[in-house]
Structure formats: C-alpha cells, structure tokens
C-alpha cells in the first residue's frame, strides 16, 4: 500500500513537470515571502508564468554549476555582493547589455561587466540605545574602534556575509593595515561574544548589555514596527568621513542576473527589466523594508522616516573581490 | 533460498555505493590543494575549531550515555509512580530540532531573554551561556533520545528478568544495574552514543545558534566565505578522521561487551518511598526541560502568527508526513538487509561495506547534498541525450530518498543491529533443524523478535526527515513544501517569531507517530511476556 503511494508520488511529480508552458525559473536565496508578490504581480500583468525554487546561496551556486547546459534556471536571485559576484566568478551568470537597466540603476550598485543588478539596498548601519547614547557621540564605523568604547558594542557574528562585506569594501578604501586596526579595535571593545543574528544584537542593545552595534536597517525597521517603545536609534555613519573612514554608509544589495545557459533569456531580461521599473521596486524593496535602487523611486513610509544618508559610493563588486581577504582579516584579529 | 547462494558482501556494498560519491569526491580534492589558504587555515581556524570540536563530541557523547543510559534502565528495571507514562514520553524530545531547541535556550535564557531579564530583576544574574557549553547542554538534551530509544529497546524483552536473576543471587538492586544490566545494555549505549556523536560532528544548526566554531562551522566558512569548495571537502575530510576513530573505539567496546541473554520477561523491581519520588521527580524535571518548556515557549511565539495556519502549512505538514513514511519504510528495509549481511558474514569486507553505508550521517548535511548532486548531475548529462535530466533532477521525490539513505543509514542501522545481536545463533540453528529456509527464519523467527528494533529504526528515521533541511532544500521539486523548508524560509531571516508555528507542526506531527509506534511496542511485549506490572 505504502509502496503504491510511493510510486504515485513520484510519478505524479514526473507528470506535472512533463507540461511545460512559456514560463521562467528562478533559483533564488531571496526567501519566497520577499519575492512571490512581485512575481504574482508580473504574472499578472504579462501572463508569464513564474516558478521558483529557495536555497542558500552556496548550494543553488553549485547546483547551476553542476547542472551546467542542462539546466532549466532563467534567473539567479541573491542576497549580497559578494554572492553575485562569486556567481559571476564561477560563470552560472552571463552579462545583459541593456539601456533600461543602465539608466535605472546607479552604477556602483551593478556590476560593471553586467554580470549582475542590484534590485533593492540594504544599509549596514550604527543603531545605539537611546537613553545610554546621544547621537553626538557617534561619527562612524572606524571610531566604534576607539578605547573609549571599550565593554560598549555588540555585534553579529563575522561568519556573516554582512559583516564579511563592511570589511572588504574597507580594505579596498582604507586598506589592510588601518582596516586591520579598525577591527581589532572592535573586537577589543565587543560587550559580549559575537551573536548568531542582527536580531540578537538589537535585542542585547534594547536590554543594555551594550551602547551601540551594527545592523542592516530592515532588522531594525522590523522590531521597531513590532515594539515601538524599544530605546532603539538608527544612525547614519560616515556622512563627513575623516581620514581612514569609508566614504558613507555602507549599501549592500539583492540582486538579480540571467544565467549563462537560461533557457529564455529574452524573457528573462524583459522581467529584469520589469524588477527595476519604479511599480516594482517599490513593491520589492518595501517588502523588506529596504531601499529601492531606482533612485527615481520613493521609499516606504517607514524607511523614509529615518532620513536621507549618503551611500558609499564605491562599486559593490570590490565586496566580492575582496571578501575571502576580509574573512582572513577577520580571522587574524580574532572576529569570531 | 539456501545459505551461501546469497553474496552477502556484494549486497552490503551496493547499499554503501551512493555513499561512495560525497567520499570520493572529498578524497578527489585533495588533489587540488591550496597551499596559501591552507597556511591560514592551520594557523588561524583548526588550532580553534578542532579542539573546540573534540571537546564538544567528548562532552555530548558522555553527556547523552549518562543521561539517556540512566533513563532506560530507570524505566525498563524499577517501577515507580508514572513508569509507564515515562517510558514513552522520554523518546519525544527526539522530535524537536536542535536549531529550535538552541533558539528556545538562547531567546530564553541569554542575557536579553525574557527567563534571564525576569532573574536578573530578582538579582540572580545568570552565567554566559553562549558559548561551548551552552551548545553542549542543548546538543545533549537533543540527542540523548538515540541513546535512551536503543537502550530502552535492548532492555525491553529481559531487562526485568535479568534484574530478578542477579537479585536471587543476592546482588542490592544497585549491584544488580551495575554488574549486570550495564554490561548487558554496553552495546546499545555504544551504538546510541556513536549516533548522537556523529549528530553532533554534522550539526550546523545548533551551534550556529550558539555562535561556536566547529568542524562544521568551518566546512561552511571554507566554502561560502572563502569560496573554496576543495578546501571545503578537505576539511571534511579531516571530520572523517574524527570519525574513524569513533568506529574504531567503538567496535573496540562493542567487542569487550558481548553478552548473550535472553528470557523472558519479569516483573520490574519496585522502588518505595524516596527512592519511588526521586525517579519520578528526576523524569519529570528531564521532560520539563527538554520538551516541556520549550514547546510552551514555541506555544506562545506561534499564538501571535496562528492566522498563518493555511492551507498551504496543512500540505507542507502532509509532505512532510509522507516523506518521512516512506524514507522510514526504505531505510528499515535497507538497515535490516545490512544487518542480516553482518550476521550471515561477518567478514572484513562486508563490515567494511557496513561502515562506509553508515558514515553519511557524520557529513554536515549541505555538502552531502551538493556532494550527491554535483556527480549524479554529471552522470545525468552523459544520458541527456536519451533521458531528459530534469527528470531526474528535479524528478521529484525519488532522488531525496535515495539521498536519505546515505544520510539516515546509521541511524536506522543501530537499534536493528542492537536486536539482532540479542538473537541468540543457536536460535537459526534450532529453525534450520526444524526446516525452515533462511526467508522463513526471517519471517517466523527474528521479525517478531526483532519488532522492538524496528520500530525505533523506523520512528528515528521518521523524526530525522521530518527535521532535515539541507538535503531537502536542494532536491526537493518545484514549488513542493515541507515544514522543515518553511521553517528555512522564516529563520534565514531572522523572523523566529514566525517560524514557531512550522516548528511547532514539526514538533507535533513527528511526535504522533513516535507515540503510536512506541506504544504499539510496548503493547505487543506485554502480549509476548504478559503485562510488566
């Protein structure tokens, strides 16, 4: 009986596979709450179906790979820089020359050989107890380095591609021998071991075990949504930077590129194409609390709230470039 | 069917061949050795994470024999007040993930959770508990389960008897559980602690909760940070090692403790007074701690998200039930086929096809999985021409088996092996006298010895596939859902809140059938030997 099922099982997966329609795939690492109301969305508007599959990003990476020609992937979703530029390293991507996409998305926040597009920013930002801190206390990330921090912050662990991309983009701006100060300086100040998540870190800041730490913006905009009453501040480092600072707060992004063997590539650019046009990236960027790459395009209530910052400027590919070397930075100064 | 016609090595090794694809492939890349990350490595992450490992297996592995060993005989040897009810609800923490029990701990007791925020108001402040030690507490509370099931199902049919016999010889009932029951239970504490130990060696979850670095941890950094997956599967390598020494200690125990006993059953000796509450009292707290109070906290997380109980939640649920039927029916008849291979011929070749089916379960899950995919995705594009790859690819559910087979082999293996060890050789001989042929000393003899084994075998097996995530997030078919792939899609970023309700589901649907298989056990040996009042 139970073998009957089994069999039932596997073969009706076989047949609803066997009816193929004009549709695209996409692997994505962007989990399926973030990203089904915006393929719902264009399926409703272009009758072009969506199927999608989640993982983390290094297995979807080897999957594509190990698939290689045969593989039904269209597009590659994912979250982080340094991911999308290891897609591009490891040839699953293939590079989309298109004007639409030039003019709608800032050039430091896609690649320069068209490999990838970033879709939405994230903001790796300070948040500080509001109580504890006066903003005036803070400038940037390098001075959250300083003695007079010490016991005073908390943040994630370094095994997080978050952290792994503030460090790379310093070492490409301030190099490795001030951004190896900078993180010593952090882990000597740290109030308690590093946390498994930014949530973790807000709650330790929002409980006063430390003064400030580093988080994305959406991790805060999502717990002060939930608790409003939390002495929890955003603040926006590097808007004047000194000497041996990063040039502005540091953006991360989702992003989005066509894989070398896609099935639909046209299809596949048309619906890119759609993803950076302002009704979408509204929609994208507002399900997560982030902020849309479409300069053009207004930002959620929320999220406009916490004021206008500048961005650091430089290209994110250099996240990628440089993240195995911060990892070793990170290793060598003891950033668990 | 007679005896000898059957290659009992050649059976053993096709059922350890998918194991051979991730082995291969971890050997193969030491071919490709990078010489500069691995001067980093040596000097800035093994001298951290292999002691750190080391440490943790040795702490856990202990940790779960004691605790789970000294449950099982409490259960299966005394009676005192709720035995019965003790005996069955002991095995359900088994159900609840390590990443959820970790979260619990952590949400709960760290420094900004509600149990510690509430004790430090009173002025008891609590001690750091994310770190090693915190892991290992929760890894034991977590995988004591192994321990406790296998133990409990090598006493079940004479524990009681054989208490009896060595008090009628005048041994304290102390005496009697340290001279006798022990060594008797010795094997089955070896094959349940080697489990949780593997477990442990394979976890990602949990100490990534706790934010230590294992071997694991580091698999992980080499391949998604350092964008090495050589470097990956060389490390892997190095956990193999640790491994081998576990089989080798443990076949090394396993020889020093063979013990033939069988009979049947007896009364449990009863315990009175202080000794009767404190068995009670120490069940309870050791329910409480691992199943009770962190399903309450999950109860309460799930109540601001119940609205999210949709149709969609109830199919994942079903998926999830179907799965692990069926991988729990496979693996039964596989780990049962691998044991009869062991019995029939013990020699070096079919042990060694025994080991190698079984080491799966120590590989962390994710490079299992892309070390199945990536060769199985070479050898589908060889046929492409004449069967297409997406079919077998992404065919559904029948390569996610086939996956489980080499991740849960020794998990199904042990409790069978345990049982029919306890079957005495002299027992086929007398069947073979009578006239039955091997298929009938199968079905009319060792099955229904056997029925104990199995089911454990098989609601192991059950619970771990209902918890898996990694193999199920890259085989799975499109748009197909477990609640295990739900509970991925709300952690990954962070929403814990969320994802209480699909760990409560797992939780509760895992628990349902552990319940019923246990029980079903038990009942049929009390039919077998007559109640155990």
């Known amino acids: 009986m139970r073998c009957l099922f089994a069999i039932l099982l596997v073969f009706g997966s076989f047949l609803s596979l066997a009816a193929q329609a004009t549709e695209l795939t996409v692997y994505s690492a962007r989990i399926e709450d973030l990203i089904k109301p915006v393929f719902d969305r264009y399926t409703a508007e272009t009758g072009t179906k969506i199927r999608f599959i989640t993982d983390k990003e290094g297995p979807l990476l080897q999957r594509l790979r190990a698939e290689g020609e045969s593989s039904p992937a269209d597009i590659l979703i994912t979250v982080d820089a340094g991911n999308l530029w290891q897609a591009a390293q490891l040839k699953v991507l293939q590079p989309v020359q298109s004007k639409v996409l030039e003019k709608n998305i800032p050039a430091h926040l896609r690649d320069a050989e068209n490999y990838w597009f970033g879709l939405s920013i994230r903001a790796r930002t300070i948040v500080y107890h509001s109580a504890r801190i006066k903003p005036s206390e803070l400038s940037s990330y390098e001075a959250l380095a300083s003695k007079s921090w010490k016991n005073r912050i908390c943040l994630r662990t370094s095994k997080k591609v978050y952290n792994q991309s503030l460090v790379a983009m310093m070492l490409a701006e301030l190099g490795g021998v001030r951004t190896e100060e900078v993180v010593k300086g952090w882990v000597a100040n740290l109030a308690a071991a590093p946390f498994a998540s930014d949530n973790e870190v807000l709650e330790a800041i929002a409980s006063g075990r430390c003064d400030v730490g580093l988080v994305n913006s959406y991790y805060y905009g999502r717990m002060v949504r939930s608790n409003p009453d939390l002495p929890l501040k955003l603040y926006w480092p590097n808007q004047s930077p000194k000497k041996g600072e990063i040039g502005g707060v540091h953006v991360n992004v989702s992003g989005v590129g066509v894989t070398t063997h896609s099935p639909n590539r046209e299809e596949a650019v048309r619906f890119i194409e759609w993803l950076s046009s302002s009704k979408a990236q509204q929609l994208f960027a507002a399900l997560n609390l982030e902020f849309p790459v479409n300069p053009e395009v207004e930002p959620d209530p929320l999220t406009a709230h916490w004021g206008s910052f500048k961005q650091d400027q430089i290209n994110l590919s250099e996240a990628g470039k440089r993240q195995a070397e911060a990892v070793r930075l990170m290793d060598r100064a003891r950033y668990r | 069917m007679k005896q000898g016609s059957v290659s009992w090595p050649l059976i053993a090794g096709f059922l350890a061949l998918p194991t051979l694809l991730p082995l291969a492939a971890s050997i193969a890349s030491f071919a490709r050795i990078d010489t500069e990350l691995w001067s980093h490595l040596i000097e800035y992450v093994l001298p951290h994470v292999v002691p750190q490992t080391a440490l943790i297996l040795c702490v856990v592995s202990i940790g779960v024999s004691v605790l789970g060993t000294s449950l099982a005989l409490l259960v299966s040897l005394f009676e005192f007040p709720g035995r019965r009810f003790f005996s069955w609800a002991l095995i359900l923490p088994l159900a609840i993930p390590g ?435």
Request: hydrophobic residues 55%; contains cysteine; aromatic residues 6%.
């Open chain 2, 99 to 533: 990443y959820v029990l970790a979260t619990v701990f952590i949400g709960t007791l760290d420094y900004a959770g509600s149990v510690a925020t509430i004790l430090r108001q009173l002025g008891i402040p609590l001690p750091e508990l994310r770190n090693s030690a915190g892991a290992c507490l929760v890894l034991i509370a977590a995988l004591y389960p192994y321990v406790y099931l296998v133990v409990r199902t090598s006493l079940a049919s004479q524990g009681a008897r054989v208490l009896e016999a060595a008090r009628s010889m005048g041994l304290s009932p102390r005496q009697a559980v340290v001279r006798v029951a022990l060594p008797l239970s010795a094997p089955a504490i070896i094959g349940g602690s080697l489990l949780a130990a593997m477990e442990t060696l394979s976890d990602f979850g949990t100490v990534a909760a706790f934010n230590v670095d294992t071997l694991t941890t580091a698999i992980y950094k080499a391949w998604f940070s350092l964008f090495s997956v050589d470097a990956a599967l060389q490390i892997a390598g190095i956990l193999l090692l640790f491994v081998l020494c576990l089989i080798i200690l443990q076949s090394r125990a396993s020889a020093m403790a063979r013990v033939d006993m069988s009979g049947p059953n007896a009364a449990p000796h009863r315990l009175r007074g202080t000794a009767a509450r404190s068995a009670s009292l120490f069940c309870s707290l050791i329910l409480l701690l691992c199943l009770g109070l962190p399903v309450m906290q999950l109860v309460l997380w799930s109540l601001e998200y119940l609205s999210r109980a949709d149709q969609r939640l109830i199919a994942a649920a079903k998926n999830s039930v179907s799965l692990g039927a069926l991988a729990a029916l496979l693996l039964g008849v596989a780990a049962l086929i691998l044991a009869y291979a062991i019995r029939r011929n013990p020699g070096r070749l079919t042990r060694m096809a025994m080991r190698t089916a079984t080491l799966g379960y120590a590989l962390p899950g994710a490079l299992l999985a892309v070390g199945l995919f990536v060769p199985l995705a070479a050898m589908a594009s060889v046929f492409n021409a004449t069967f297409s790859l997406n079919i077998i690819l992404q065919g559904g559910i029948g390569l996610m088996l086939l996956a489980y087979l080499v991740r849960f082999t020794a998990v199904a293996y042990a409790p069978i092996a345990t049982g029919l060890a306890k079957i005495k050789p002299s027992l086929d001989e007398a069947a073979r006298l009578a006239g039955h042929g091997a298929l009938a000393q199968v079905s009319k003899v060792h099955l229904p010895l056997l029925r104990p084994g199995l089911a454990a075998a098989c609601a192991l097996v059950f619970v771990d596939v209902m918890k898996e995530m990694p193999i199920t997030l890259m085989m799975r078919p499109f748009g197909w859902d477990t609640l295990a792939i739900r509970v991925f899609e709300l952690t990954s970023e962070g929403e814990w809140e969320q994802a209480a309700l699909p760990s409560l589901l797992i939780v509760i649907v895992g628990l349902l059938p552990v319940w019923l298989l246990v029980r079903n056990m038990d009942q049929r040996e009390n039919k077998l030997h007559g109640p155990a009042t």
